[in-house]
C-alpha cells in the first residue's frame, strides 16, 4: 500500500511557556502544502526476510543516523506493541520534502504511517486515538492525522481544525542549505504570550498579518544564520505579500498574488519552489 505525506508551514508560531516537564507550550496555526514524500508498505514474505519487524529503505535525499530510529519505524513498533499480531513489513520511503527545513516532513511520514497501518492492518483506530499515538513520537506528527488547516496548542498535539483557505495564493518556498539546530533554537527562546493570537490574525486578510504573525525562532535563528533573515527581507522586496520562516527554519516561505522570481536563490544544496495554492 502506498500513501503520500505532505508538507506544513506554520502560520505564526509562538512559544508561550516552558513545562515542568522541559517541553514548551506552543500557539501556532498548521497549514498543509501539497509537497510530497511516497512511502510504499508492503507485508513481508518469506521468502525476503529481515531481522527487523520493520525493514525500511530510504532514497532521494539522504538521512543521517540509523535508519532504524527513523519516525516511520517508531510509529511501527508503537503500533506493534498494542497489536502484536501486526504483519511484519518492509517500508520504501522516497523524500521528496527537505529535511531540517520545518516542514514536518519526519513527522509527516510518522503520521501518515500510523493511518496507513490502521487501513492496511484494519486496526479501527479512531482519528483521536491515531492523534495520541502520533503525539507520542513527535510535536508535529499529531497534525499529520487531520491533515487541514488546524490552531494547535499544547506541544502541538491539542488540534482544532479551522476554516481557512488561501485560494488563488502563490505559495513561494526557500530552503537554503543552512541546518538548523531545533534545539538550540529552542534553548535561545524567551516564552511569553504575543500581541495577537495566530488563530485570530489568520482570520484577517493576508494583507494584514506583517506586524501581526510572528514566529519566535526567528530571532534566535536569524542572529545565528543572518543569510536566513536576508532571505525573508528579499522575498518582501521581491513582491511578497507576507514572508516568514515555517517552524524552527530552514525554510522560508512567501504569500504572493503573482509568482516572485526566485531564480536569485537557485543555487547548489537550496531547495526552491512555487505552489499555486
Known amino acids: ?43 513481508m514474505g518469506a521468502e525476503f526476510p529481515s531481522q527487523y519487524d520493520c525493514d525500511l529503505k530510504v532514497s532521494n535525499i ?9 519516525l516511520v ?25 527537505p529535511t531540517q527545513a520545518g516542514m514536518g516532513g519526519g513527522s509527516s ?3 501518515f504511517m500510523i493511518t496507513l497501518l490502521n487501513k492496511m492492518f484494519n486496526l479501527g483506530l479512531s482519528d483521536e486515538q491515531m492523534i495520541q499515538y502520533a503525539a507520542r513520537l513527535g510535536a508535529d506528527c499529531a497534525f499529520f492525522i487531520l491533515n487541514k488547516p488546524c490552531y494547535a496548542e499544547g506541544i502541538g498535539e491539542k488540534l482544532q481544525p479551522i476554516q481557512l483557505s ?19 533554537a529552542f534553548a535561545l527562546i524567551k516564552p511569553h504570550y504575543p500581541e495577537f493570537n495566530c488563530k485570530e490574525v489568520v482570520q ?18 536569524f542572529a545565528v544564520h543572518p543569510e536566513l533573515g536576508a532571505v525573508k527581507d528579499r522575498l518582501y522586496q521581491l513582491g511578497a505579500t507576507y514572508a516568514a520562516m515555517s517552524g524552527s527554519g530552514s525554510t522560508l516561505f512567501a504569500l504572493s498574488k503573482q509568482p516572485l522570481n526566485l531564480d536569485e536563490f537557485a543555487q547548489e544544496g ?3 519552489t512555487t505552489i499555486s495554492i
Open 62 to 70: 539522504h538521512i543521517d543516523g540509523d535508519e532504524q530510529r527513523n
Open 109 to 111: 511520514d510518522c503520521g
Open 73 to 97: 519505524v517508531r510509529a511501527y513498533n508503537l503500533l506493534k506493541q498494542d497489536f502484536p499480531d501486526m504483519p511484519r513489513v518492509h517500508a520504501h520511503l522516497y523524500k521528496g520534502i
Open 204 to 221: 484577517l486578510p493576508v494583507e494584514e498579518w506583517r506586524g501581526k504573525l510572528t514566529n519566535d525562532f526567528e530571532d534566535s535563528v
Open 270 to 272: 537550496t531547495f526552491i
Open 166 to 184: 488561501l485560494s488563488g495564493w502563490y505559495l513561494s518556498l526557500v530552503r537554503p542549505d543552512i541546518p538548523v539546530s531545533t534545539r538550540e
Open 1 to 43: 500500500m502506498i500513501t503520500f505525506p505532505i508538507a506544513k508551514i506554520n502560520l505564526g508560531l509562538n512559544v508561550v511557556e516552558k513545562r515542568a516537564d522541559g517541553y514548551h507550550n506552543l500557539q501556532t496555526v498548521f497549514f498543509p502544502v501539497p509537497l510530497l514524500d511516497a512511502l510504499d508498505v508492503q507485508e
